[in-house]
């Protein structure tokens, strides 16, 4: 199998002087994640998503395995967002009322006696579709509100998905950073209004870094299967947004293995490309990403990192990396249609970002992949983790890309 790479993929190595990340490294302590694991499981509709084996994929393109987390299971949800917000409202409801939050589980949180002692909140976010859906949902769960605004030009399904879940929703005029820094300020204005997001800015902390500890919950699972079966992995592919999931899978890896965590690269849309941005300047700061980010991963069309990832993927990850829509594409291709034997992993535009980017760089001829693969030891004996965050909650637009071959900007 060899592909030609036409599209503006890129790639550069980590050389960000290391700095001390401990602090929001210990943020996905084993300790910790494993606690937070036994929260998610009190929940009726929790269990543990599939861990994909694709053997023959694996065979095709010459390397050891390839393993494909896929959350479209996850609570019914289509992703793996609502782990973050459970995790996120527990906390702020622990600290809220007075308790530990490991002393609250499913049936204390959605009790009438929580709802009494917590009184009526309003939860806000901004999202480009999950996110907003999976606050949604666990905000009914607590019998509280929410309002989610959306940035311009997401598909109206993903809007009813979210109004379905009992929230107010309404898409703006707006990019995605924009949106948050509009829904913060309304969040601010409202009586029992609290702001529910995974990017994290200088004040804003606490609730970004509870969600990316329930994020984390995805990574242990996942290093759990692997170990089931005896399979280190030796690489790793994490798609980023604003960087909490890939922070949370960085830093959850790291705690897991030390000094044998995988070599991990972190795949980003070319037009919000601001972590590469950010390790291409090199200095640890952080480059910002402005415009209309028009791409159809819309889930990853973030501009502004989250600060508490970003301290863990500039001192942890070893490759930033850049695609275009098409490689997603691609990689939704090959994951919907696999290789007889493999199983089949519906992932939509965002969550198949990182096998469209290992796809381009285990099939191509183009120097600069050649590099890539000889530098990052990428071989028969590699074993490579990568995570389907979502589902095809977009079906038409799957559908027109998977069946048709469009690419139809989803922001």
Known sequence: MEITVLHNTRWIKNTIPVSDCAKNLSLMNIGTISKVREFHKSFPQYSVTPLASLDNLAGETGVGGIYVKDESYRFGLNSFKALGCTFALASFIAQTVGCSVWDLDYTTLTSPDMKSKLGEYTFFATTDGNHGRALAWAANQIRQKSVIYMPKGCPAVRLENIRREGAQAYITESNYDDTIRFTAQLAEKTPGGVIVQDTAWEGYEDIPGWIMQGYGVMALEACDQLRERGIMPTHMFIQAGVGAFAGSAQGLVCNYYGDESPISFVVEPTVAA????SAQKGDGSIVKVGGDMDTIMAGLACGEPNILSWDILRNKSSYFTTIEDETAARGMRVLGAPLRGDP????????????????????????????????????????????????????????????????????
């Not at 601001?274 to 941005?277: A, K």
């Not at 000889?374 to 983790?385: V, W």
């Open 274 to 277: 601001c972590h590469y941005r």
């Open 344 to 411: 089949r992993v519906i992932s939509g535009e965002s969550g198949a970002s990182a096998m469209g980017f290992l796809i381009d760089l285990l099939t191509s001829s183009e120097r600069s992949m050649a590099e890539l693969r000889e530098q990052a030891g990428i071989g028969r004996d590699s074993h490579i983790l990568l995570f389907s965050t979502e589902g095809d909650t977009d079906p038409e637009n799957y559908r027109r890309i998977v069946w048709e071959g469009q690419l139809h900007s989803g922001v």
